[in-house]
C-alpha cells in the first residue's frame, strides 16, 4: 500500500506556519515541522515534531533523509526587516545560506530516491528594494536595501541554481500578509491591538514610525494557499503573490480605528522617528497576474475586511 504526501515545513511555529501545517493536515497530508527549541509549534494531532535548528545542516539534513517528505516548504527566516539590522549576520546565515542548505538536502534526497521532490521558498517583496515601478512582477530587478532583503534575495536565487539542477524549486514571492496570528511586533499587529486597547479605554495613542511607506497587504491564509499549489504546479517557477493594491501605514491605523469606532483618531496617531527603520521602501505592490494565471490564485479578503478581522481579534482578547 502506498502511503500519503509526506510534507516536510520549517518554520512551522510561525503565522505562515501555523496555517501551512493547518491546510496541509485538513487535505490529509502527513506533516513534519521543524522547531526550534525557544520557538516550540502548538501542539496540533497529527503534526510530528522535531526539535533542531535550521543553521545545523548536518543535522537537518540526516533528518530529511529520515523524513523522506515528497514537499518541502521553508518558512523559517529571522522575519523582522528591523532586528535584520541588528543582527545582520545570523540573518544572512538563517534567511540565507540555511536555505540553500536546504535545497542541496532535498536535491540530495532526490538523487537518492529517483522521486520527484518538491520545494518551496517563502522569498520577498523586500528583495526588490526600492524599484523603479510599480506593480512589480517576477521580472522586476532585485535590489534590497536591507539584510533582510539580501539574505532572501540569496534564497531566492539559489531557487533558480537548483532549478536548473532538476529540483522542482519554486519561490513564492509574498508581499506584506497578515492575520491575528502575526506577533505584536509587527507594525499591523501593533496598529490593531493598540486600537482596541484605545476602543476600550486601555491606552490613549497610538505611535508609529513612517506613516507614508505603502505595502501590499493580503490575508495570511490566502498566501499560504499559494505555497501549496505552487509546489504542485507542474512547471516550478517564481510567483509573485500579492493584491496588486497599496496602503499606505496611515491607511491601516485609519481602517483600524474606523473598525474599532474610533472617530477621534487623528489626535491620537503619534510618530516617532526612532521607529522609522534605516533603509525602507517607498512603496511595494505586486503584480500577481503569473499566480493567477498559472496557480488559479487570487486573494479573497479585501484590505478593510483583513483589518477588521485583526482588530476583531484583538477586542475579542483583550475582552475575554
Known amino acids: 500500500m502506498s502511503r500519503g504526501l509526506r510534507a516536510f515545513v520549517t518554520g512551522a511555529s510561525g503565522q505562515d506556519g501555523s496555517y501551512l501545517t493547518e491546510q496541509l493536515l485538513a487535505a490529509g497530508a502527513e506533516v513534519h515541522a521543524l522547531a526550534t527549541p525557544d520557538e516550540p509549534v502548538p501542539a496540533v494531532d497529527g503534526v510530528e515534531v522535531h526539535v533542531g535548528d535550521l543553521l545545523d545542516v548536518e543535522r537537518v539534513r540526516d533528518l530529511v533523509t529520515q523524513v523522506a517528505p515528497d514537499e518541502v516548504y521553508n518558512l523559517a527566516a529571522l522575519s523582522s526587516v528591523a532586528r535584520s539590522w541588528e543582527r545582520p549576520d545570523v540573518t544572512a546565515r538563517l534567511n540565507g545560506t540555511a536555505a540553500a542548505a536546504l535545497m542541496e538536502s532535498a536535491w540530495q534526497l532526490q538523487q537518492r530516491t529517483g522521486r520527484v521532490v518538491r520545494f518551496v521558498q517563502a522569498s520577498s517583496a523586500e528583495i526588490f528594494g526600492e524599484p523603479d515601478r510599480a506593480p512589480q512582477d517576477e521580472h522586476t530587478p532585485i535590489r534590497p536595501l536591507n539584510p533582510y532583503g539580501a539574505a532572501k534575495s540569496f534564497a531566492h536565487l539559489s531557487a533558480h541554481v537548483y532549478r536548473q539542477r532538476g529540483l522542482h524549486a519554486t519561490s513564492v514571492i509574498l508581499y506584506n500578509h497578515e492575520s491575528p496570528r502575526r506577533p505584536r511586533q509587527f507594525v499591523t499587529r501593533k496598529i490593531t491591538s493598540t486600537v482596541a486597547e484605545i476602543a476600550l479605554g486601555r491606552a490613549e495613542t497610538l505611535t508609529l514610525g513612517n506613516l507614508d511607506a505603502r505595502r501590499d497587504w493580503g490575508w495570511a491564509p490566502d498566501y499560504v494557499d499559494a505555497m ?49 527603520r534605516p533603509a525602507d521602501a517607498t512603496e511595494l505592490v505586486g503584480d500577481a497576474s503569473r499566480a493567477r494565471r498559472l496557480l488559479d490564485w487570487a486573494p479573497t479578503v479585501a484590505f478593510e475586511d483583513l483589518v477588521g478581522r485583526m482588530v476583531d481579534a484583538d477586542l475579542g482578547s483583550l475582552s475575554g
Not at 228 to 242: G, K, L, P, T
Open 228 to 276: 501549496v499549489r505552487a509546489a504542485r504546479a507542474e512547471m516550478a517557477s517564481d510567483f509573485v503573490i500579492a493584491t496588486g493594491v497599496g496602503h499606505s501605514v496611515r491607511d491601516f491605523a485609519a481602517a483600524a480605528f474606523s473598525h474599532a469606532g474610533v472617530t477621534d483618531w487623528e489626535d491620537r496617531l503619534l510618530v516617532d522617528e526612532a521607529f522609522v
